[in-house]
Nanobody
């Protein structure tokens, strides 16, 4: 059974850093593009970042570009979201998602498999 499990969320002060992990099981991660999404209370879900199956191509939302990175380790079946210089507006539930892909990735929500999410709260 294909499963994605996020971890690493928590409470952090503005300017701080967090690293989220998305652990995959039940499928070969190397065949899938992975996206990170977030949803804040009262707002629509938005794409934050994504990585192609090899990690060679990545995309970032304008709001996080230059602050977040999305490394992946296919051998460890894990994709990360490294978040630096966090702002209060980054507060949200963060989800990872997977879609079978031959190349590239998208920040749209055309992903087939989703994790349960992890809460990130940025506050002083």
């Amino acid at each position: 059974q294909l499963q994605l499990v996020e971890s690493g969320g928590g409470l952090v002060q503005p300017g701080g850093s967090l690293r989220l992990s998305c652990a995959a099981s039940g499928f070969t991660l190397a065949y899938y593009a992975i996206g990170w999404f977030r949803q804040a209370p009262g707002k629509e879900r938005e794409g934050v970042s994504c990585t192609s199956r090899s990690g060679g191509r990545t995309n970032y939302a304008d709001s996080v570009n230059g602050r977040f990175t999305i490394p992946r380790d296919n051998d460890k079946k894990t994709v990360y979201l490294q978040m630096n210089s966090l702002k209060p507006e980054d507060t949200a539930v963060y989800y990872c998602a997977a879609v079978y892909s031959l190349s590239g990735c998208s920040l749209g929500d055309s992903y087939d498999y989703w994790g349960q999410g992890t809460q990130v709260t940025v506050t002083s």
